[in-house]
């Protein structure tokens, strides 16, 4: 199943803010083992997001929206999602209520433009948003699964951890099971891991090999899909055991573990901190 990420808002296009949502969630989603298929950005523009709504959803099965539920003019997130799915915006009671007791509980009358904000697509299913006022919710639209969330990037990622990871788990119901796993190698750069680990896509065709640089360290990133899970384990295992014979010291760590990390670990053990 494709899954792409749509970043909105005329503060990231700009570059007056950088969109870290997307490379977070691509992150995360790739966790579970699936790789994301392409990131889009687009301002507050309606027509511009209501043409890109469009495109997705003849694409992609799970697309994955991040800005645009604010209270202002230029959050369009909801009316866009409504007119191009042909449906109303309807009030959520239980939502304005959530909105207006995080008001109250901070001694203030919720604004009334706040209200928008509990306004969603008819039929949406809505993702409570526990730390903001920015309520997502979750809509199909033609072929697609929608997932808004607010861009705010604290509130994006608990909504992600908690309600939008498991419906997407639950979304794609195939018969496989997923794993990436992680390799720290610190001395190579990514041309000279590449060359060390050529011959591996010959020896292991079922796992998807990637590379991740982050200066002083290159991550190796090992992506599988099996319908048994005992046989992704034990392809794993052989897989990781070819890269440690192949890299040997340029390993610092089998579970994605950064330098820093690994040298302080080592300080503890041996009581040097």
Not at 28 to 45: F, N, P, Q, S, W
Not at 166 to 180: G, L, N, S, V
Not at 190 to 195: F, G, I
């Amino acid at each position: 199943m494709i899954i792409e990420i749509l970043a909105t808002g005329n503060e990231l296009l700009s570059g007056a803010l950088v969109d870290t949502n997307s490379a977070y969630i691509s992150e995360k989603i790739g966790e579970i083992g699936i790789m994301t298929a392409r990131h889009t950005l687009v301002g507050d523009d309606e027509d511009v997001l209501g043409a890109t709504f469009k495109e997705l959803s003849n694409r992609a099965g799970i697309v994955i929206v991040t800005g645009g539920l604010g209270p202002t003019r230029d959050d369009l997130s909801r009316e866009v999602a409504a007119r191009i799915s042909g449906v109303d915006l309807e009030l959520d009671q239980a939502s304005l209520a959530r909105i207006e007791q995080f008001f109250s509980a901070r001694g203030r009358k919720a604004p009334k433009n706040n209200q928008i904000q509990a306004r969603f697509p008819a039929g949406a299913e809505i993702l409570e948003n526990p730390i903001g006022t920015a309520p997502g919710f979750a809509l199909k639209i033609n072929r697609s699964t929608f997932f808004f969330m607010p861009g705010v990037p604290a509130e994006m990622r608990k909504m992600l951890k908690e309600q939008v990871i498991p419906r997407i788990t639950k979304i794609i119901r195939d018969p496989y099971y997923y794993e990436c796993k992680t390799i720290s190698t610190y001395g190579l750069g990514e041309s000279a891991l590449e060359e060390k680990l050529d011959g591996f896509l010959d020896r292991f065709p079922d796992i998807d090999l990637g590379f991740r640089a982050s200066f002083p360290e290159v991550q190796v990133k090992l992506y599988q899909k099996n319908s048994s899970q005992k046989e992704l384990i034990k392809e794993q295992q052989e897989a990781v055991s070819w890269i440690k014979e192949k890299l040997g010291v340029k390993i610092i760590s089998l579970n994605g573990a950064s330098l820093a990390a690994v040298v302080a670990e080592l300080l503890i053990n041996k009581k040097e901190t």
